[in-house]
Nanobody
Framework: QVQLVESGGGLVQPGGSVRLSCTAS????????IGWFRQAPGKEREALSC????????YYTDSVEGRFTATRDNAKNMVYLQMSSLKPEDTAVYYC?????????????????WGRGTQVTVSS
Protein backbone atom coordinates (compact mmCIF):
# COMPACT_ATOMS: atom_id res chain seq x y z
CA GLN A 1 0.00 0.00 0.00
CA VAL A 2 1.36 3.38 -1.02
CA GLN A 3 1.35 5.72 1.93
CA LEU A 4 2.99 8.88 3.24
CA VAL A 5 3.15 9.47 6.97
CA GLU A 6 4.04 12.71 8.73
CA SER A 7 5.24 12.90 12.30
CA GLY A 8 6.82 15.33 14.72
CA GLY A 9 3.99 17.75 15.30
CA GLY A 10 2.86 18.99 18.67
CA LEU A 11 2.64 22.02 20.88
CA VAL A 12 5.44 24.54 20.47
CA GLN A 13 6.01 27.89 22.14
CA PRO A 14 6.26 31.02 20.01
CA GLY A 15 9.81 31.44 18.83
CA GLY A 16 10.45 27.74 19.19
CA SER A 17 11.41 25.09 16.72
CA VAL A 18 10.16 21.70 15.65
CA ARG A 19 11.16 19.18 13.00
CA LEU A 20 8.58 17.33 11.00
CA SER A 21 9.34 14.04 9.32
CA CYS A 22 7.75 12.44 6.30
CA THR A 23 8.28 8.83 5.39
CA ALA A 24 6.83 6.60 2.73
CA SER A 25 5.67 3.02 2.68
CA UNK A 26 5.12 1.09 -0.49
CA UNK A 27 7.43 3.23 -2.60
CA UNK A 28 10.76 5.01 -2.57
CA UNK A 29 10.89 8.77 -2.22
CA UNK A 30 14.10 9.01 -4.24
CA UNK A 31 12.31 9.74 -7.51
CA UNK A 32 9.76 12.11 -6.11
CA UNK A 33 9.74 15.79 -5.39
CA ILE A 34 8.36 16.29 -1.90
CA GLY A 35 6.19 19.23 -1.05
CA TRP A 36 5.17 20.51 2.34
CA PHE A 37 1.80 22.16 2.78
CA ARG A 38 -0.33 23.28 5.68
CA GLN A 39 -3.92 24.08 6.35
CA ALA A 40 -5.19 26.14 9.23
CA PRO A 41 -8.82 25.99 10.39
CA GLY A 42 -11.05 27.95 8.07
CA LYS A 43 -8.25 28.65 5.61
CA GLU A 44 -7.20 27.22 2.29
CA ARG A 45 -4.31 24.86 1.93
CA GLU A 46 -1.03 26.73 1.71
CA ALA A 47 2.13 25.59 -0.03
CA LEU A 48 5.32 25.96 1.99
CA SER A 49 8.19 24.18 0.35
CA CYS A 50 9.24 21.73 -2.29
CA UNK A 51 12.46 19.74 -2.33
CA UNK A 52 13.47 18.30 -5.66
CA UNK A 53 14.20 14.64 -6.28
CA UNK A 54 17.16 15.13 -8.59
CA UNK A 55 19.41 17.49 -6.68
CA UNK A 56 17.78 17.98 -3.30
CA UNK A 57 17.39 21.71 -3.80
CA UNK A 58 14.57 23.14 -1.75
CA TYR A 59 12.31 26.02 -2.65
CA TYR A 60 10.16 28.02 -0.27
CA THR A 61 7.23 30.35 -0.35
CA ASP A 62 7.66 33.83 1.07
CA SER A 63 5.73 33.01 4.22
CA VAL A 64 8.38 30.55 5.43
CA GLU A 65 11.54 31.54 3.57
CA GLY A 66 14.37 31.89 6.07
CA ARG A 67 12.48 30.12 8.87
CA PHE A 68 11.79 26.67 7.44
CA THR A 69 14.31 24.25 5.94
CA ALA A 70 13.44 21.14 3.97
CA THR A 71 15.93 18.31 3.65
CA ARG A 72 15.84 14.73 2.52
CA ASP A 73 17.67 11.53 3.36
CA ASN A 74 17.02 9.13 0.52
CA ALA A 75 18.91 6.32 2.23
CA LYS A 76 16.37 6.45 5.05
CA ASN A 77 13.46 7.20 2.73
CA MET A 78 12.75 10.30 4.79
CA VAL A 79 12.12 13.97 4.21
CA TYR A 80 12.23 16.59 6.94
CA LEU A 81 10.92 20.07 7.52
CA GLN A 82 12.82 22.00 10.17
CA MET A 83 10.68 24.88 11.37
CA SER A 84 12.15 27.70 13.44
CA SER A 85 11.05 31.06 14.82
CA LEU A 86 7.54 29.73 14.97
CA LYS A 87 4.62 32.09 15.31
CA PRO A 88 1.05 31.50 16.44
CA GLU A 89 -0.05 31.95 12.83
CA ASP A 90 2.00 28.87 11.92
CA THR A 91 -0.56 26.77 13.75
CA ALA A 92 -2.00 24.32 11.24
CA VAL A 93 -2.08 20.73 10.10
CA TYR A 94 1.07 20.08 8.11
CA TYR A 95 1.15 17.69 5.17
CA CYS A 96 3.83 16.20 3.00
CA UNK A 97 3.07 15.20 -0.57
CA UNK A 98 4.99 13.43 -3.32
CA UNK A 99 5.06 14.11 -7.05
CA UNK A 100 6.93 12.59 -9.99
CA UNK A 101 6.39 15.49 -12.35
CA UNK A 102 5.54 19.08 -11.56
CA UNK A 103 4.85 22.12 -13.62
CA UNK A 104 4.19 24.29 -10.60
CA UNK A 105 5.95 23.01 -7.51
CA UNK A 106 3.57 24.88 -5.21
CA UNK A 107 0.39 23.57 -6.85
CA UNK A 108 -0.91 20.87 -4.55
CA UNK A 109 -3.21 19.50 -7.24
CA UNK A 110 -0.18 18.23 -9.14
CA UNK A 111 0.99 15.96 -6.32
CA UNK A 112 0.36 12.23 -6.54
CA UNK A 113 0.40 11.13 -2.91
CA TRP A 114 -0.48 12.83 0.35
CA GLY A 115 -0.04 12.06 3.99
CA ARG A 116 -2.78 12.52 6.55
CA GLY A 117 -1.05 15.39 8.24
CA THR A 118 0.36 16.24 11.63
CA GLN A 119 -0.88 19.04 13.87
CA VAL A 120 1.45 21.84 14.89
CA THR A 121 0.17 24.26 17.48
CA VAL A 122 2.20 27.35 18.33
CA SER A 123 1.03 28.77 21.61
CA SER A 124 2.32 29.86 24.99
Amino acid sequence: QVQLVESGGGLVQPGGSVRLSCTASGFRLDYYAIGWFRQAPGKEREALSCISASDGIAYYTDSVEGRFTATRDNAKNMVYLQMSSLKPEDTAVYYCAAARDLLNIFNGDEYDYWGRGTQVTVSS
